[in-house]
């Protein structure tokens, strides 16, 4: 399955208010389960594993979260995303008692492993391209954010 | 043949992904080593075969062979100080 394939409008949510990072996936989560991508024990199972191994990655021109869990807690994979209005803080993924301000997360629900490691793969290669960053950045809408990740700069990214 | 492992407790593979970008580097540069990713959980048990390791999970132990960054290869962000680390510690 192509990776952009992954990705819905409906699952998208630009310029969250919200004050922790644990509001925001409380806001995503509760969507994935309404729409059926996730089972109930989802957003704890989430809550608990970011706080075991937390996910903020500090890139050159942008700060990302992937929170994820493990696949018995996701019914139908995708991949969501939201941004929040002010940037939250989050652990730094493989820094002991580190945090970074983190104002975009990928929600990755993956059912099959041995796809993990080539969508781990794509999404760096978004996450390192500088047009992929500034047009996440500057996308004001659900639809901007949508177009910018159906359609990444394919000859460069892909 | 020298041995790098690579260990993280993420769901989405995060090592798998670090030990095929660290394993391109190696043959970028001709270098031959053996590079695994494996589970924390069992890598006190590799721990005492491998000449490297390449952290990604914040560890509440220290090991006794040399460690390195391993979101640095994730990233890009200070890969360049880490990959040169690398190749001196197995040439």
Redesign the interface.
Known sequence: MPFDELFHQHLIFSNVKCETAYQLFEKVGSRLYKENYVKSSYLSALTK?EE??P?G????NINIA?P????EHISSPFIAYASSEQPLLVGS????NKTIQVSHYFF?G?TE?KT??E???YL?TL??NYQFVQGLKHAKSEEEVFQVIKHPIRSEVL | MKRVIVACGSGVATSQTVASKVQKILNQNRIKANVEAVDIKSLDQYIPQSDVYIAITKGSKDYNIPTLNGIAFLTGMGMEEETNQLISLLT
């Not at chain 1, 990655?57 to 050159?60: N, Q, Y």
């Not at chain 1, 993924?93 to 002991?96: Q, S």
Request: proline content about 0%; aromatic content about 8%; overall charge negative.
């Open positions: 594993r075991t191994y996910t990655l500090s890139l050159e992937i994820h869990t493990d696949c993924m493989g820094e002991k990755l993956i492993s993990q490691v969508l781990l793969q760096m996450f390192t």
